[in-house]
């Protein structure tokens, strides 16, 4: 069965990356569960700024100068 772009991880193929990521690579796990829990894009999520996280708040915003809809923050 060929692959399809855009296809959607169900919750046991999520456990099995994120289990070998674990072993293996602790950055890379950390970066795609960053994606996965906030859905910021990959490469505005490499490029963000440490003065976009609240970590009292609980918040990540993205200005709109650096994000791909230039007019909203998440």
Same mark, same amino acid.
């Given at each position: 069965?060929?692959? +399809? ?5 169900? =919750? &046991? ?15 890379? +796990? !950390? ?17 963000? +700024?440490? +003065?976009?996280?609240?970590? =009292? =708040? ?5 200005? &709109? ?8 923050? !998440?």
């Amino acid at each position: 069965m060929p692959i +399809q772009p855009h296809q959607v991880f169900t =919750e &046991g193929d999520f456990k099995v990356i994120m289990d070998s990521l674990d072993k293996h690579d602790k950055y890379c +796990q !950390l970066f795609v569960r960053m994606i996965y829990y906030t859905c910021i894009r990959p490469k505005i999520l490499r490029f963000l +700024q440490l +003065q976009y996280i609240a970590l =009292e =708040e609980n918040t990540i915003t993205v200005p &709109g100068t650096v994000s791909k809809i230039k007019n909203q923050s !998440l």
